[in-house]
C-alpha cells in the first residue's frame, strides 16, 4: 500500500480547484472564473485500488497585504511543508509565468514535483509547446499536460503521482473525500454561486458566515446564512432588483446544498455590510480564517 499528502499549487486560476474535484470524482473544492476563488487548504482523498493520495489544494499564490492574503500565503506554505509531493499546475493557455518557473526551478531539485499543463482544451500548441521547452531545462522535473475540464491524460498523471506516495497505510477512511465539515461545504457552495451570478463590479470581498445548520426531525435542514460584503453600496448589487439576484444564488446554492445533505434544504441569505472585514482578525476568525493553534 502506497499513501500520502500531495499539495497542489500554482497561480490564482490555473485550475487547481477544478483539478482536485477531478482527481477525487467528488466536488471537494469550489471554482470559478475569478482568480482567489480558494481561500483555505482543502483536502480531497483520492482512493486507488493500492494506493492513497492526499491532495492538498491551496489558494492561488499571489501576492497581498490584508490579514486575509497573509492567510492565505500561510495555507500555501503550510500545505507545501506537509507533503511528500507537488502538483504544480499550470495554465497552458497562457505564455510561462516567469513567478511558475522561478519557484519550479528553486524546489523542483529538493521536492517530487510534477507539473500539470492544465486546460490543453483551449490551449494554443505552440504556446504549449514553448512552455514544455523551458519546464524541460529544469532537471527532474516530470510535465503532463492535461485538462482539467475534460479529464484528457488524467490516468497518466495519476500514475506519476502514485509514485510519489510513500509505502504506509491509508490516512483516510474509504468512505471519506474530504476533511471538511459539512458546515464548511455549505458556506463554500454558498460562496461559489455568490461568485458565479455577481458581476465584476462586486470585488472579491465576499465571505459566508453560516449562522444556523440545523435537521429538524422532519429531515428538512434548515440553514441560514450571512452573506458579507465591504461596501454599502455593494448590498443593493448583491441583492440585485426585486431581490433577483440574491434569488438566483439562493436557488443555484439551495441544488447543491440538498446534494450535499441528501434532503431538503430550506436556505436563507441575508447580505450584511462588515466594511473592512478582509483586515479584521475577530470577523476573519468567525468566518474560519484563522488558524487554531
Ligand atoms: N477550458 C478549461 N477551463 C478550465 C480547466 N480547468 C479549469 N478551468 C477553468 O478555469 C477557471 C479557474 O478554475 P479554478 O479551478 O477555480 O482555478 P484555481 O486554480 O483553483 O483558482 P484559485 O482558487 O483562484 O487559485 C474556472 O473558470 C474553470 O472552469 C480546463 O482544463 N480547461
Ligand atoms: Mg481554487
Redesign the pocket.
Known amino acids: 500500500m502506497k499513501s500520502g499528502f500531495i499539495a497542489i499549487l500554482?497561480?490564482?486560476?490555473?485550475?487547481?480547484?477544478?483539478?482536485?474535484?477531478a482527481l477525487v470524482g467528488e466536488k471537494v473544492?469550489?471554482?470559478?472564473?475569478?482568480?482567489?476563488?480558494?481561500?483555505d487548504k482543502i483536502v480531497g482523498i483520492l482512493h486507488g485500488d493500492d494506493f492513497q493520495a492526499v491532495f492538498i489544494?491551496?489558494?492561488?499564490i499571489?501576492k497581498g497585504s490584508s490579514k486575509l492574503s497573509k492567510y492565505m500565503a500561510d495555507e500555501v506554505s503550510s500545505a507545501k511543508n506537509s507533503s511528500d509531493g507537488v502538483l504544480f499546475?499550470i495554465?497552458a493557455?497562457k505564455p510561462l509565468d516567469k513567478d511558475s518557473f522561478d519557484f519550479l526551478e528553486k524546489t523542483a531539485s529538493s521536492a517530487d514535483t510534477v507539473v500539470a499543463l492544465?486546460?490543453?482544451?483551449?490551449a494554443d500548441k505552440a504556446f504549449a509547446m514553448e512552455s514544455v521547452k523551458r519546464l524541460s531545462s529544469i532537471r527532474g522535473l516530470e510535465i503532463v499536460p492535461?485538462?482539467?475540464?475534460?479529464k484528457?491524460n488524467l490516468p497518466e498523471l495519476v500514475s506519476v503521482i502514485r509514485g510519489m506516495l510513500k509505502d504506509g497505510v491509508p490516512y483516510y477512511p474509504e468512505d471519506m473525500y474530504t476533511d471538511k465539515p459539512l458546515r464548511f461545504m455549505a458556506a463554500e457552495i454558498v460562496r461559489e454561486k455568490a461568485l458565479k451570478f455577481l458581476l465584476a463590479e462586486i470585488p472579491h470581498g465576499i465571505g459566508v458566515e453560516i449562522k444556523k445548520f440545523e435537521t429538524g426531525e422532519d429531515g428538512i435542514t434548515r440553514i441560514e446564512a450571512d452573506l458579507i460584503c465591504e461596501k454599502e453600496t455593494h448590498k443593493p448589487i448583491i441583492i440585485g432588483k426585486g431581490g433577483e439576484t440574491l434569488k438566483r444564488i439562493s436557488v443555484a446554492a439551495r441544488r447543491e446544498l440538498e446534494a450535499l445533505v441528501d434532503g431538503q434544504v430550506y436556505l436563507r441569505l441575508y447580505v450584511k455590510v462588515k466594511s473592512g472585514w478582509k483586515d479584521n482578525s475577530a470577523i476573519l476568525e468567525l468566518l474560519g480564517y484563522s488558524e487554531k493553534k
Do not use: F
Not at 500554482?10 to 474535484?21: D, E, F, W, Y
Not at 492535461?146 to 475534460?150: C, D, R, V, W, Y
Open positions: 500554482g497561480l490564482p486560476n490555473a485550475g487547481k480547484s477544478t483539478l482536485i474535484n473544492s469550489i471554482v470559478s472564473w475569478r482568480p482567489q476563488t480558494t481561500r489544494d491551496t489558494p492561488g499571489h499546475v495554465d493557455s492544465n486546460k490543453m482544451d483551449i492535461i485538462s482539467a475540464a475534460t484528457e
